[in-house]
């Protein structure tokens, strides 16, 4: 009898080595979560992060979410859980083997295309950006919209058009006379 019983142990803790489950519970705060894998719900168990050291990924897992639960020697008091698989109510932001992607819940998706090294960020809302040092960028800028800025305002070379006249440093005014007035504004 007692070798049945050893028997039914090992099978238990072998079962609970890795289990799949989704995620039940999340605790933010303690960086937790509780997993149900068939009948077992286990207690708050931490999630496995991409870093959690000097540096620090914060991404946590949502409830529903489909989950690996390890449980080292078949322990689940000493469980962590690793999320995540794809499922039909979760599906892969894409398809594409070129494409690294991240799809946000409010459908923002910052996307790398690295077969045609392409940034793509696609935002329902707006960018902020605080750089007390500056930020710099090298290439050419296409702008579409409305533009407000403050501070000063210079430029090293090139020209510089408005709707297709010149207003930079060769523009000039005709059919004005030299003396101490001054021009009226660009036409």
């Not at 989704?22 to 207690?43: C, E, F, M, N, P």
Request: hydrophobic fraction near 35%; charge should be negative; charged fraction near 15%.
């Amino acid at each position: 009898m007692g070798g049945m019983n050893n028997v039914a142990e090992l099978l238990r803790l072998i079962e609970n080595v890795i289990r799949l489950g989704s995620i039940a519970q999340v605790d933010h705060d303690a960086a937790r979560v509780r997993v149900k894998s068939g009948a077992l719900l286990t207690a708050w168990v931490p999630w496995i992060t991409g870093r959690a050291g000097e540096t620090r990924d914060w991404n946590p897992p949502t409830v529903g979410e489909q989950c690996v639960l390890f449980s080292p020697g078949g322990d689940t008091a000493n469980a962590f859980a690793m999320a995540s698989l794809f499922q039909l109510t979760a599906p892969p932001p894409s398809h594409d083997p070129g494409v690294i992607s991240r799809l946000f819940p409010d459908t923002a998706l910052f996307e790398y295309d690295h077969a045609r090294s392409v940034l793509r960020i696609n935002l329902p809302g707006s960018i902020e950006i605080s750089a007390p040092g500056g930020t710099s960028w090298v290439g050419n800028i296409s702008h579409t919209g409305d533009m407000q800025r403050s501070g000063s305002d210079t430029q090293t070379g090139g020209s510089k058009t408005h709707n297709g006249k010149n207003v930079g440093s060769e523009h000039t005014h005709s059919g004005v006379q030299s003396g101490g007035s001054n021009t009226g504004g660009p036409n």
